[in-house]
């Protein structure tokens, strides 16, 4: 059977019971799949920093890693690693990156948060084939029929760069297939810096940590254990180990000195409530300098991060806080370990501080010449819809003008994150209320909870054309919670 009619099937036999959707979908998303290897002991793994990307290519192909203690995983990668390697550019500055396909099925290459043209956005039906031929295309899904800008064995990604210093990320953004391929290890890091951001005195160096949170469940072999098709688990895909930057909860050890922290949740489902154990004295262990779209104005200490799926926090800890040889865990307070760091030595070489100014560059939007609502929600058939419509390419939500600011009220009777293309955004409200501790700065994701209404503030800026709105739960992004909105000549 087809995926999606695979999973309307389960949803046909949910509503003949009679229980209805509101049991079958619990406040807090996914579903936990348990591991069939066995799980390694936390904190014997090394953290390891993703390699920087050395030229403009990334080969996207199949290799064999060293995950779990006496077992190989066999993962899709970019360029051979887990997460894929670290692509570094500068704000003003165009850069290119080709994609070679060398998987058994056609990929799509999506730079979260980027700032965008349309034919380098990573639309959904835009397929890099096989470099080999066309293998298994569309296994998983009903949309096979649907064309896009597709390519055979490679394409060239062009990025004008015109933004801010930010942590972004790229990942595949295939139509109907992105939960199992980001499963497999098609995620990484793409950091863009600018003058802004060099001249302020932050952690730098072996002191500044990209941290890329994912979870993953492993069959016997060692290999990812994901369920395609499975109707029991189209609310998120949750593992049992939690893996940062591919190691599972690994240990780091630090000087008593300022670290810069860019945490990225690239788990497919799983909603992390961080926090450090033990806290330091006088709380705040977290200052936080950035979110997804670059840095605050000003920052903000936090006893705790939520980090929902494809959400960035930069933060700054300072590791002198805490007594030399002190184990300082990093936990997720709804799920258990993370990693952890060893805080060692005497090494106090820090000249690092926290401006009480981080940047000039956050000042509100104007008013805005429109508001649109967009409810997300579920189908009878299991399907998750927005406006009750489940996604169909090429068939434009809203229609926005370029130069235009609008505001977007998202509402849920469910828990989604809530990702926007092309632009960063700004928070207004929730639940027409003041904005939460999470939601300051520029946004690309939102963290909207059950029974939620969020609206944000955002500019439609520079390039005419297809662009999409939707969940960053992958399995419900999977299940046609998607939508195109089109950016219109003024």
């Given at each position: ?41 936390p904190f014997e793994a090394r953290l390891a920093v993703p390699p920087v ?267 002198s806080r805490w007594r030399p040889g002190t184990e300082v865990r990093l ?157 219109e000549p003024p």
């Amino acid at each position: 059977m087809k995926r999606r009619a695979l999973l309307g099937a389960g949803a046909a036999a949910v509503a003949a019971t009679g229980l209805g959707w509101s049991l079958l979908t619990p406040k807090r998303p996914g579903k936990l799949l348990r591991s069939r290897a066995p799980l390694p002991k936390p904190f014997e793994a090394r953290l390891a920093v993703p390699p920087v990307l050395n030229g403009d290519e990334i080969v996207q192909r199949e290799a064999d890693l060293r995950i779990l203690p006496g077992l190989t995983t066999r993962a899709w990668t970019y360029n051979g690693s887990f997460p894929g390697p670290t692509v570094v550019t500068r704000s003003g500055r165009a850069a290119t990156v080709t994609h070679r396909n060398q998987l058994p099925e056609p990929v799509v290459v999506h730079l979260h948060g980027g700032h965008t043209p349309p034919g380098s956005d990573g639309y959904p039906i835009d397929e890099i084939l096989p470099e080999h031929g066309p293998g298994g295309a569309h296994p998983h899904h009903d949309m096979a029929a649907m064309s896009g800008d597709t390519s055979m064995g490679s394409r060239v990604y062009r990025y004008p760069m015109t933004q801010r210093a930010a942590t972004l990320w790229y990942h595949d953004h295939r139509m109907g297939f992105t939960g199992p391929a980001v499963y497999r290890g098609l995620a990484g890091f793409h950091l863009v810096r600018d003058d802004e951001e060099d001249a302020l005195p932050l952690p730098r160096g072996e002191r500044e940590l990209p941290l890329m949170l994912t979870d993953r469940a492993f069959e016997a072999d060692g290999s990812f254990r994901y369920p395609v098709g499975d109707a029991a688990y189209m609310n998120g895909v949750l593992g049992d180990v939690v893996l940062v930057n591919g190691r599972p909860w690994p240990v780091h050890d630090v000087d008593p000195a300022r670290y810069r922290l860019r945490f990225l949740n690239a788990s497919n489902a799983r909603r992390y409530r961080l926090e450090l154990d033990p806290q330091p004295p006088g709380g705040d262990a977290f200052v936080q300098i950035g979110s997804d779209g670059g840095l605050l104005r000003r920052p903000i200490g936090h006893d705790a991060l939520v980090i929902a799926p494809a959400e960035r926090f930069d933060v700054v800890v300072d590791f002198s806080r805490w007594r030399p040889g002190t184990e300082v865990r990093l936990v997720d307070r709804d799920g258990g370990d993370v990693m952890r760091f060893d805080v060692k030595g005497s090494r106090r070489d820090d000249d690092s501080t926290v401006p009480a100014q981080l940047s000039r560059t956050a000042e509100p939007l104007p008013p805005p010449v429109r508001t649109r609502t967009f409810r997300f929600n579920q189908g009878s058939d299991g399907t998750w819809r927005i406006n009750d419509l489940e996604y169909r390419p090429g068939r434009a939500l809203a229609r926005p003008r370029l130069g235009d600011v609008e505001h977007w009220r998202f509402v849920t009777d469910f828990h989604h994150p809530i990702h926007l293309h092309l632009n960063h955004f700004q928070v207004v409200s929730r639940n027409a209320q003041a904005i939460g501790a999470y939601d300051h700065g520029w946004k690309d994701t939102v963290d909207l909870r059950a029974s939620e209404a969020v609206e944000v503030a955002v500019r439609f800026t520079d390039y005419p054309g297809t662009f999409m709105l939707h969940c960053h739960n992958l399995e419900h992004e999977d299940m046609a919670m998607m939508a195109d909105f089109v950016v219109e000549p003024p």
